[in-house]
């Protein structure tokens, strides 16, 4: 009987102070604003959240859900808002196009988990959402009056005794045609970007005498949202293995929804080019403004686009000058992504554009030597 005393003697205070504690921290949680309350909970839940978020001032607005595994979790911030802030894939999605005050299954989004889950005929997390027109907007002028006297690029000390030149893939898995599968993505490299990087190696290397070191990463196999953090993860450690890298080559190539079969043949025309008999996927070059280099970054896509038009006429597509996302093309004044055709075009034309695109880089590096 006293035992029994004791235990319930015992167990009614410690019984209150739980329920004290308990409204403390209700308490305090009720004063922490519920943004960065499921801001922390996200970033410490989710690998690379955490620094990304730091970056980007946390500017979450209204409320939405967030789908995972099947299953609704509520937010009270918006999620397209953050990954807009955190990711550069992400950073150019047409928000018109989501209505953020509706559920997600209201939206019609698609639970698309891989490359293979796509419809056929359409492109998710394509270069079409990526790189937005821009120019369509009225937001930047035609790339003609930008270039058209600008300056050349500052001289480069090149030994090619040493690594100099890296080039890599930020979107490694794109294929061209035949190699539809997987909505266009493959992990055969002999179908996709990957062989148009080493043919371009391979040329600079047996022509031109430059040590090139071609990384042929997977950054965008596991997620498309993490592909130039991950890309950027290759540039450090390469340029920490190899610090004497100056020249850096982003190789993708070009995609859009098609709308039908007309539509098919005007754009694989646009992307498609003759040189010397033989056909070829036509070349654009990407920069961006945003960029705190990017008064050098032009000098040097100018000067490509004018050497190839000079050795290639027809080659040279256009020059896609963006606003926001950065591309990791801070990294040197000598950085550029290079987008060889577009998924109509067969692997045969962007491989022939690779060497022809590789002997362009030659004569520029060759141009720009000390």
């Known amino acids: 009987m006293i035992r029994h005393r004791k235990n319930k003697s015992t167990f009614l205070p410690a019984f209150f102070i739980t329920i004290f504690i308990i409204g403390i921290l209700l308490y305090s949680f009720n004063r922490v604003s519920s943004n960065t309350a499921y801001l922390n909970i996200l970033c410490n839940s989710i690998p690379g ?15 939405s859900s967030l789908v995972h595994n099947d299953s609704a979790i509520k937010m009270k911030f918006n999620p397209f808002n953050f990954m807009q802030y955190s990711f550069f894939g ?10 953020i005050s509706k559920d997600i299954s209201e939206i019609g989004l698609l639970d698309i988990e891989s490359y293979s889950d796509v419809p056929e005929g359409e492109i998710y997390f394509s270069e079409e959402d990526e790189y937005k027109a821009y120019e369509e907007e009225g937001q930047v002028k035609k790339t003609e009056e930008i270039f058209q006297n600008i300056e050349a690029p500052r001289k480069l000390a090149l030994t090619k005794k040493i690594p100099e030149v890296l080039i890599y893939h930020s979107h490694a898995t794109e294929s061209y045609t035949p190699y539809s599968e997987g909505n266009y993505h493959t992990l055969n490299e002999k179908h996709s970007v990957i062989l148009v990087g080493s043919i371009m190696a391979k040329n600079l290397q047996d022509k031109y005498k430059y040590i090139v070191v071609h990384d042929k990463t997977y950054h965008d196999k596991e997620s498309y949202a993490y592909s130039y953090i991950n890309s950027l993860a290759t540039i450090k450690q390469q340029t920490t293995k190899n610090r004497s890298l100056k020249v850096f080559l982003d190789i993708h190539r070009d995609a859009f929804t098609v709308n039908n079969n007309e539509h098919k043949k005007v754009k694989k025309d646009e992307y498609t080019t003759t040189i010397n008999g033989k056909k070829a996927a036509r070349i654009m070059l990407v920069t961006s403004s945003a960029n705190p280099n990017y008064s050098e970054l032009k000098k040097f896509s100018a000067y490509i686009s004018k050497k190839m038009e000079k050795l290639y006429p027809g080659l040279y597509l256009k020059t896609d000058i963006k606003t926001r996302s950065k591309y990791n093309q801070y990294v040197s004044d000598y950085c550029i992504l290079i987008e060889v055709g577009c998924m109509l075009n067969t692997i045969d034309e962007a491989a022939y554009s690779g060497e022809l695109l590789s002997n362009v880089i030659g004569e520029v590096l060759k141009d720009l030597q000390e």
């Open 49 to 63: 959240f955490n620094s990304i978020g730091k970056n980007n001032n946390s500017s979450y607005v209204a409320s």
């Open 90 to 99: 992400f950073s150019q999605i047409m928000r018109e196009k989501f209505d």
